[in-house]
């Protein structure tokens, strides 16, 4: 018999431990099926031989009734023992090559991978696919890292687009993650996992049926928006030009005043208060709150949530990833602040941490904070160095370059700050050339933007490019009103005034005096 065509959209890997009771697990792989797993593994850690292979055989039954493929997990015994379509080998099984050759050429064969080098290995001994992993914590096992999307697309980027062998992710996978998983880890090569394996998100479902259609439909949407940003396709929204853009901007901040939107803050010690002030003025609504404990909770009441790593502690970060999984999971704007990120290696590590552990919608940083970030995701640019929370030097050469590269490799809008304020969604590229020299005086007036673009993209659900270039945009023209007031004699009088003013901001000021160049790029 010829090797079957697999299709790896929704992969289910099972663990009898870890099925629901109220059904057994021949229930849960046929439900599974119904829902729209396209591919099977018989995963028991706990069975011997016989027993392996007598549960195997009913398993394989109801596949075979389906179509659908049957893997046996590490043992070729069992495998070859029932004639199942092929098997899954880890790096700590047999061999590849040995898995190959007792399995002969018409069989499915697929290999653990963690590291690119092992990936590429897989692809010189005969694989048809491998699983890379783990993504993310997983009870399922214990793994010693993780690779984050991140970590994924480094090993999808290591192989050659059009070579036969074909990818799955594992570990932690679930219907909230699988969409922003299959897009971020979408490789510069073209490469995009051709699937998602899964154990708790299927066996330990209430519903295994339901919980496989979601999978299914979350993957097959994840694909179509990785392959538009691979091909350079972007969604209607941002389609608007720069014009329209900021002629929707009066109708903005109107709205955002009317709504009041609930911004989730874990912010700083340091500008804590000065935030929530400014997102109050601005005609928000922020509640500070750097505790995990209630990040969950939050996450179903707040329209948008900023993370800013200001002053760094482990509680920070804990709370920081879990508001940002579930605001990812309730598709709430997540923005970043990755204040300093240059500066120590822990901020560097924690940056990296929070984009590998959250889909993040819209990073705003300085020179020195879009560099490290850059380099974090593999994203070839000009390096500037930081000294504290501030950028050295003179900058980048070709600034817009640098964000709108960013802002496609990590397929989220990047809003540089400086002088010259710098925002790109990867297509659509801004230079915007208010503001005041005061607001690099006081402390927080950086932290202060990405809390204004909290707020808009709160209101700007669709274009997160809008939000956040309205985010700057109002606060820049404050400071410009501000700075411009008889009353202001310096960054103390300049810091109330500033308040004052985001407060005073008129929605029609906002297109009448800004100063918004577009800039192409190849
Ligand atoms: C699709 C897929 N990918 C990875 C694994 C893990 O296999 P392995 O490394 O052999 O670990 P165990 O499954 O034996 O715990 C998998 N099973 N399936
Ligand atoms: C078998 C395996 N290999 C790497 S992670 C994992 C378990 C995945 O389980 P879950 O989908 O429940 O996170």
Redesign the pocket.
């Known amino acids: 018999m010829s090797k079957p065509t697999v299709d790896y959209s929704v992969?289910l890997?099972t663990d009898s431990g870890l099925n629901h009771p109220s059904r057994t697990l021949l229930q849960s792989v046929e439900d599974s099926i119904l829902g729209g797993v396209t591919l099977v593994?018989l995963?028991e850690?706990d069975l011997d031989t016989p027993a392996f292979i007598d549960l195997a055989r009913k398993v394989h039954e109801i596949t075979k009734k389906h179509n659908v493929p049957l893997l046996i997990?590490?043992n070729i015994e069992v495998a070859l023992a029932i004639d199942t379509e092929g098997a899954?080998?880890?790096?700590?099984?047999i061999s590849c090559t040995e898995a190959r050759r007792l399995l002969g050429p018409n069989k499915i064969l697929?290999i653990?991978t963690g590291t690119p080098e092992e990936a590429q290995k897989a692809l010189a001994d005969g694989a048809d696919y491998i699983?890379i992993?783990t993504c993310f914590m997983t009870q399922t096992?214990s793994p010693k890292r993780t690779l984050g999307p991140i970590g994924v697309r480094a090993i999808l980027e290591a192989l050659p687009k059009d070579h036969p062998l074909k990818t799955?992710v594992?570990g932690g996978i679930k219907r909230d993650n699988t969409r922003r998983v299959v897009e971020h880890s979408a490789g510069r090569n073209g490469r995009i996992l051709d699937g998602v394996?899964v154990v708790t998100g299927i066996v330990s479902a209430s519903d295994a049926k339901a919980a496989s259609q979601d999978l299914l439909r979350e993957f097959r949407t994840g694909y179509e928006n990785a392959s538009n940003y691979l091909q350079g396709q972007v969604s209607k929204e941002k389609k608007k030009s720069i014009d329209e853009v900021l002629q929707s901007f009066p109708q903005l901040l109107t709205t955002l005043r009317e709504k009041a939107p609930l911004t989730h803050h874990i912010s700083n010690y340091v500008v804590m208060n000065d935030t929530a002030n400014a997102t109050l003025a601005l005609g928000g609504s922020p509640i500070m709150a750097p505790s995990a404990s209630e990040a969950q909770d939050l996450s179903k009441v707040v329209s948008s949530v900023v993370l800013n790593i200001g002053t760094l502690t482990e509680s920070f970060v804990e709370c920081m990833l879990e508001a940002g999984k579930h605001a990812n999971a309730q598709s709430k704007p997540v923005i970043l602040d990755p204040v300093g990120a240059g500066a120590t290696s822990l901020r560097e590590a924690t940056a990296a941490r929070i984009l590998n552990h959250v889909h993040v919608d819209i990073i705003k940083g300085n020179a020195g904070e879009i560099s490290t970030i850059s380099k974090i995701v593999g994203c070839d640019s000009e390096s500037i160095a930081m000294r504290g929370v501030d950028s050295l030097g003179s900058g980048f050469t070709n600034p817009a370059a640098v964000v709108q590269a960013l802002a496609k490799r990590e397929k989220c809008v990047v809003a540089m700050t400086g002088k010259i304020d710098y925002v790109s969604d990867g297509v659509r590229t801004v230079a915007i050339e208010n503001g005041h020299e005061y607001q690099g005086r006081i402390t927080g007036s950086g932290c202060m933007i990405a809390s204004s673009i909290g707020s808009f993209a709160a209101i700007s659900t669709d274009d997160h490019f809008a939000a956040a270039v309205a985010g700057i945009l109002a606060l820049n023209l404050a400071g410009e009103h501000a700075a411009a007031r008889d009353d202001v004699r310096g960054p103390g009088t300049f810091r109330a005034a500033f308040i004052d003013e985001i407060a005073n901001l008129k929605p029609e000021q906002v297109v009448k005096e800004a100063r918004i160049k577009a800039i192409q790029l190849n």
């Open positions: 992969y890997v593994q995963r850690k997990n590490d899954h080998v880890g790096q700590d099984d697929g653990s699983g992993g096992k799955v594992i394996a």
